[in-house]
């Protein structure tokens, strides 16, 4: 039994959402409109400002398959209506971002600057020593962001690098001298 699948969608004002052959999702809303197509065994179904998913069996392929249609949906939707951000932090001496359009400049330590273009649909910001990620698809905002923060990761003894706003960086502790 997916309990996450079995939940109806509520659709807000303003957002319309058109299910076409082979489950072709299309979600329109205030900030765009995006387009998946959702795996064709599940049955999509709109009622009255709601989207229902029902899956057709209770082998254990489709009970997964529910929860994550169920899931995507709702991502499109919140997507459209309210948008995603992450926001990255930049710790270490001497590094830092930088934005001239669409290319996002980051002194990082290295011999040269790394620069990074942003994907369509995705904008980047710069303030101070924090990046944010923004744009209406979830999985695209977390890659770019992913993408930045591969750069170069937090290490464990001073926690210089690119880290998540929320992230918790586990320490280590250094050498001791002798004595």
Do not use: C, F
Not at 41 to 58: L, N, Y
Not at 132 to 140: L, R, Y
Request: hydrophobic residues 30%; proline residues 5%.
């Amino acid at each position: 039994m997916s309990r996450i699948g079995r939940m109806p969608i509520a659709i807000p004002a303003g957002v319309t959402v058109e299910i076409a052959e082979n489950n072709h999702v299309t979600v329109k809303g205030p900030k765009g409109t995006l387009v998946r197509t959702l795996p064709a065994e599940m049955e999509i179904k709109t009622e009255d400002s709601q989207v229902i998913v029902t899956r057709p069996s209770d082998l254990k392929k489709m009970k997964s398959l529910h929860g994550l249609t169920r899931t995507l949906i709702y991502n499109m939707v919140v997507g459209v209506t309210d948008g995603y951000t992450k926001v990255l932090e930049i710790n270490g001496v001497g590094y830092r971002a930088s934005k001239a359009g669409k290319k996002l400049t980051l002194n990082l330590g290295y011999s040269h600057p790394v620069e990074m273009t942003d994907p369509e649909g995705i904008e980047a910001t710069v303030e101070g020593n924090k990046i944010t990620v923004k744009g209406i698809d979830k999985e695209k905002v977390g890659q770019y962001a992913a993408e930045i923060r591969d750069k170069r990761r937090p290490e464990p003894y001073k926690g210089k690098g690119i880290k998540y706003e929320d992230e918790i960086i586990r320490r280590k502790v250094g050498k001791t001298g002798k004595k």
